[in-house]
């Protein structure tokens, strides 16, 4: 699986953006996906994931109530909606994929595939 992010950019605090994340590879629908995000100087953090059926979502208590992951496997595309943006919110954001068969997952090390990243500056 090859993955794809797009959609950063400059957004004022309060703002929203939509990122998305386009993934080649057959068997997109069988993955789970997820974003996360790494701000300058510190580590990789968990944003959110979305099981392969779209039935199961987890959120990082951080972006809870502001950004929702979707998916459409028609288009193999996951998206990551952003509202309400902060300044602690800049950081390039990367989705990932890989499959489980029992659980949705969401730790950074169960996760094979991933994307280039996706710059998101938010200005206070």
Request: some cysteine.
């Amino acid at each position: 699986v090859q993955l794809q992010a797009s959609g950063g950019g400059l957004v004022q605090a309060g703002g929203s953006l939509r990122l998305s994340c386009a993934a080649s590879g057959r068997t997109f629908s069988n993955y789970d996906m997820g974003w996360f995000r790494q701000a300058p100087g510190k580590e990789r953090e968990f944003v959110a994931t979305i099981r392969w059926s779209g039935g199961v979502i987890y959120y990082a208590d951080s972006v809870k109530g502001r950004f929702t992951i979707s998916r459409d496997n028609a288009k193999i595309t996951v998206y990551l909606q952003m509202n309400s943006r902060k300044p602690e919110d800049t950081a390039v954001y990367h989705c990932a994929a890989d499959m489980s068969y029992t659980r949705l997952i969401s730790q950074i090390y169960e996760f094979t595939f991933w994307g280039q990243g996706t710059l998101v500056t938010v200005s206070s």
